[in-house]
């Protein structure tokens, strides 16, 4: 069974066939509180889109071209929700990040204007962003 892990990615399906899926990636730690995981989504980059993580292509075998993280859409997610949604295919589990990116990734979250108060708060409780 596929348990979610802290800097894991997954692309989130959905119904709508002409839409591709977009890529999400796991920042807060899931042991540490199984019932509110932040999620955030990497975007293709647009000058009007929030720039506090840029990234470019390659920093992720999913990434062919320059993006950012769109933390406006962050979702928050729990453990049980992440298993049913693999189990149902509408989750599918890809290559983590790694660690510089889920620093920058995080970096970026503690100074995006974007990201939602109870996101900013879990990552704070957690220590991975600092609490100003």
């Known amino acids: 069974m596929a348990e979610p892990e802290w800097g894991g990615t997954f692309l989130l399906t959905n119904y709508k066939r002409d839409i591709e899926p977009h890529l999400h990636v796991i920042i807060s730690d899931p042991t540490k509180n ?13 000058a009007d889109k929030d720039q506090s993580c840029v990234v470019g292509p ?25 298993r049913t949604l693999t189990e149902s295919r ?9 660690a510089s990116l889920l620093q920058r990734i995080l970096g970026g979250a503690a100074v995006s204007p ?16 600092d609490d100003e």
Request: aromatic share 8%; glycine share 4%; proline share 8%.
């Open 34 to 46: 199984p019932d509110a995981i932040v999620t955030a989504n990497f975007t293709s980059w647009r």
């Open 90 to 98: 509408l989750v599918i589990p890809q290559e983590p990040v790694g």
């Open 58 to 82: 390659g920093e992720h075998p999913w990434l062919t071209k320059r993006s950012c993280i769109d933390y406006r859409r962050d979702r928050l997610i729990t453990s049980e929700e992440y």
């Open 114 to 129: 974007h990201i939602p108060l109870e996101s900013r708060e879990i990552l704070a409780d957690q220590n991975l962003i």
